[in-house]
């Protein structure tokens, strides 16, 4: 089991940025697909970004051009970079790996 550990959230005014890290345990990282995922209390989880071994993204149509998902193997590392934060991005966000393992939750607040 890998175990993920995320931080780098908090407290943003709208238009302002935060990144997300995800750091996880093992050597299993590099050949996995890792996954961004957020919830707001009352609804359902969803899929905000994905990053494959090879690099390839996937992003939530709303977060498109404002997210950018990386990926550092030789850290273990998964990072959500986030700009032109609107309130609607306030959420519980998750790190996942394959949907399989996942993190605690960072906290991201968007307001005034």
């Known amino acids: 089991q890998v175990q993920l550990v995320e931080s780098g959230g908090g407290l943003v005014q709208p238009g302002g940025s935060l990144k997300l890290s995800c750091a996880a345990s093992g050597n299993i990282f590099r050949v996995s697909t890792m996954r961004w995922y957020r919830q707001v209390p009352g609804k359902q989880r969803e899929l905000v970004a994905e990053?494959?071994?090879?690099?390839?993204?996937y992003y939530l149509q709303s977060v498109k051009g404002r997210f950018i998902t990386a990926r550092d193997n030789a850290k273990n590392t998964m990072y959500l970079q986030m700009n032109s934060l609107q309130a609607e991005d306030t959420a519980v966000y998750y790190c996942s790996r394959n949907g399989d393992d996942w993190g605690q939750g960072t906290q991201v607040t968007v307001a005034s």
């Open positions: 990053i494959t071994p090879g690099g390839t993204t």
